[in-house]
Structure formats: structure tokens, C-alpha cells
């Protein structure tokens, strides 16, 4: 019971015992009180908003500001509003921030915090709680936000060395426009005549409308993609150094997607981890090309967490096909199975390339994969695809 209430009940007990005017005003002006405190923040709850805006990803190691916007639209003033913000420790150094405030009629409010990425990961900032009260604290109310806003950590990406790379792969310097083959019956539109064009491809209605020789481009048929298949079943990973396994495997991957979408190449990735945000396992990005492709690509990463009961990542990439032949699959595991030796090597046959990365490989790995022509990469420990020594 707080001070208050007991000199109230003195008042009304005192009241009853001498029912003096100065004794009654003091007693119903501190009922009065209390009704008011009662009623005030009850009133109040239901004028507050708020609002926070934080980005959706962000880069690791990468520093940004949050704010969240608290608006007031009550017509009585509000004494005091203690507004309570949890961030998870990956994000800041603070684990919860604190603010007081005191808020008049229409007044709108801004609070700002800094938070920086440590780890990759899906984060959720929250819940955010407020506490709304009169002068007098023990008539509190507390409102609780019903959802936190989620915060993706996309994984690092490091520099390629692409010149010791095999030069059969699709990020190398070969001149793929002089292998393509084209299909006559698919016409994507004209171009102005160079020398070397074939003769057959000149469009003479074209040319005369124009007046000036046009050639027919072709679409064609055998596709530049890349296909980044990620293993991330727990399975896939054993070993005391799993999780740095993993890890290095997404960075790796990361940066495979971005150095060939900085090339202009269209990149998809497939993958058997589990997406926290969405609460599903299996992740499927057909390839595309662009700067926006990118970054969905590595907020996809980003929020990736390894699973258990999933399918094998054999099981995965032998199901419908989603390359065109000529493209290449570029795996990215653990350890080399005979079930993925067997199902990359039915792959080629599909007139695809294929590509092994590795994060600790084994000499028999290298001896079964070199065995059936399959090229072999591995991990370093940070993150970049080397050649196996």
C-alpha cells in the first residue's frame, strides 16, 4: 500500500469519526486524486503510437541508426512515458535502452540508437515497451509490442583471385559468345551489319526499309548461367569445426554469387537450410542478373540456419531441373559423398558443367572427383575458392 492511499484511508476514516468541512475537502481532494490517477493513464493508452524504422539488412560490421517515432494525441498532458527497446547483443553493445519522457498534447517524439552487425544472422530488435503513468506510479499501464522488427546480417564477401581459377569455368576470360549456339527460328531483333557477320543472317527488308544492311540477332540455346548449390544440412557438416565449416561456406558463397553478378552473369542459388523468417527449409533462386538479384541473394544468406530434417542436398539438385544446358552448377559442401560423386556426374550428362568446392577436402575426395573429370576447388579460412593444392 503506498503513502498515498494510506493518508487517504486516515482522511475518510478521520471523515467519518468528525465530519468537518476542512476534514471532507482534503478527504475527497485526495479520492479525487486517485481517481484521476486511475483513469489518466487508462485514457492515454489509447493516444500513443509508435512507430520504428530500422533497415531491413545490413552488411557486417556495417553501423546504423534506429529510431522510433512515438506520437502523442491526448488532450491532457502526460507526465511520464518510459519507453523500454531490447537488442540482441550481436547487434549492440547496450542490451536494452531506457528513455523517459514527458509528452503534451499532439507532440511527437524521436528516439535514435546506434546498433552495428557483429555475425550474420536474422536478428529481431524488440519488443519494445511502454509504460504510461500519472504522477503517481501506482497507477502504471504497460503497453507491449505484439511484433519485433527483424534485422538480417548479410554474410561477408571477399575478393576473388579469379585468375587461378579453371579456365573452363564461366567466370573466366573465354570468349563464350564465339561457342553459343543459336536457334535460327528465335529472332530477338536486328543490329546495324559488321564485318564478319554471316551473310545468311542479313535482314533484307530490314536493310531496305533502313537503308543500311541490319542483321537478324538470334537467341540462344545454350544459356550462361550459374547455379550455386549450397549444402547446409547438418549432416552434410560433421566434425569438431562444423559451424566454421558452414560459415565459411556461406561467405564462400556470397562471394562466388557477387563477383559473377558484378560480371554481368546471371547467378541463382538452391540451397537445403532452413529460413527462420519464413519458417521453412529450402531456399530456390531461379538465376538473374542485377544489383537487386544481389542483395536478395545474400539476404537470403544471410537468414540461412543449418537444418535436420531435410533432404540431402543429392536428393535437392536431382529433382526438376532449373538450368538450360551449357550452364554450370557450382556445389558447395562439406565432404564428398559417393551419393553427390553419383548425381554430379549425371548432371554432366545433361550437358552441364559442374563444379565441386569443398571446404575441407579430403585426398580421396580429390582422387574420386579428378577420377570421373570433375574440377575440384576448396575453402580457405577466409572464405575465398581456392585451387585444392
Not at 533462386?285 to 531435410?310: K, M, Q, S, Y
Request: hydrophobic letters at 45%; charged letters at 20%.
Amino acid at each position: 500500500m503506498t503513502p498515498l492511499r494510506i493518508v487517504t484511508g486516515i482522511a475518510v476514516i478521520w471523515l467519518i469519526f468528525d465530519p468537518q468541512p476542512v476534514v471532507g475537502f482534503v478527504a475527497y481532494t485526495l479520492i479525487g486524486l486517485q481517481v484521476i490517477g486511475w483513469f489518466w493513464p487508462r485514457i492515454a493508452r489509447n493516444q500513443i503510437t509508435w512507430q520504428r524504422c530500422a533497415p531491413l539488412a545490413l552488411a557486417p560490421d556495417e553501423v546504423a541508426e534506429v529510431e522510433i517515432h512515438v506520437t502523442y494525441r491526448g488532450w491532457l498532458p502526460l507526465p511520464y512515458l518510459v519507453v523500454r527497446e531490447d537488442i540482441p547483443v550481436m547487434l549492440g553493445n547496450v542490451p536494452r535502452r531506457e528513455w523517459v519522457l514527458s509528452l503534451w498534447p499532439g507532440q511527437r517524439h524521436t528516439l535514435r540508437y546506434p546498433i552495428q552487425c557483429r555475425q550474420r544472422g536474422l536478428y529481431w530488435l524488440g519488443p519494445l515497451s511502454l509504460r504510461i503513468g500519472s504522477v503517481f506510479e501506482q497507477n502504471e499501464i504497460q503497453l507491449t509490442e505484439q511484433q519485433p522488427t527483424p534485422i538480417t546480417v548479410t554474410p561477408a564477401v571477399v575478393s576473388l583471385r579469379l585468375l587461378h581459377l579453371i579456365a573452363a569455368l564461366p567466370y573466366s576470360q573465354e570468349r563464350y559468345h564465339l561457342s553459343l549456339f543459336e536457334d535460327a527460328t528465335q529472332k530477338t531483333g536486328v543490329r546495324t551489319y559488321q564485318v564478319g557477320d554471316p551473310p545468311r543472317r542479313i535482314d533484307w527488308k530490314t536493310s531496305a526499309r533502313l537503308g543500311d544492311l541490319q542483321v537478324r540477332e538470334l537467341t540462344p540455346t545454350i544459356a550462361r548461367e550459374t547455379l550455386i548449390v549450397l549444402a547446409f544440412a547438418e549432416a552434410e557438416y560433421p566434425g569438431r569445426f562444423a559451424y566454421d565449416n558452414r560459415e565459411r561456406a556461406v561467405v564462400a558463397t556470397a562471394s562466388l554469387a557477387s563477383t559473377l553478378i558484378q560480371r554481368r552473369q546471371a547467378v541463382g542459388l538452391c540451397s537445403n537450410g532452413y529460413d527462420p523468417l519464413h519458417r521453412k527449409a529450402g531456399i530456390t533462386l531461379l538465376p538473374a542478373t542485377g544489383i537487386e538479384h544481389l542483395r536478395e541473394l545474400l539476404v537470403r544468406l544471410g537468414r540461412l540456419e543449418p537444418a535436420t530434417d531435410v533432404p540431402l542436398i543429392e536428393e535437392v539438385i536431382t529433382g526438376e531441373p532449373i538450368l538450360r544446358p551449357g550452364a554450370t552448377l557450382v556445389l558447395i559442401t562439406g565432404a564428398l559423398s559417393t551419393q553427390i560423386l553419383t548425381t554430379l556426374v549425371t548432371i554432366r550428362q545433361r550437358a552441364m558443367k559442374v563444379v565441386l568446392v569443398l571446404t575441407d577436402p579430403f585426398l580421396s575426395d580429390l582422387l574420386q572427383a579428378q577420377q570421373y573429370g570433375i574440377v575440384t576447388l576448396q575453402i580457405d579460412r577466409t572464405g575465398a575458392i581456392i585451387p585444392c593444392a
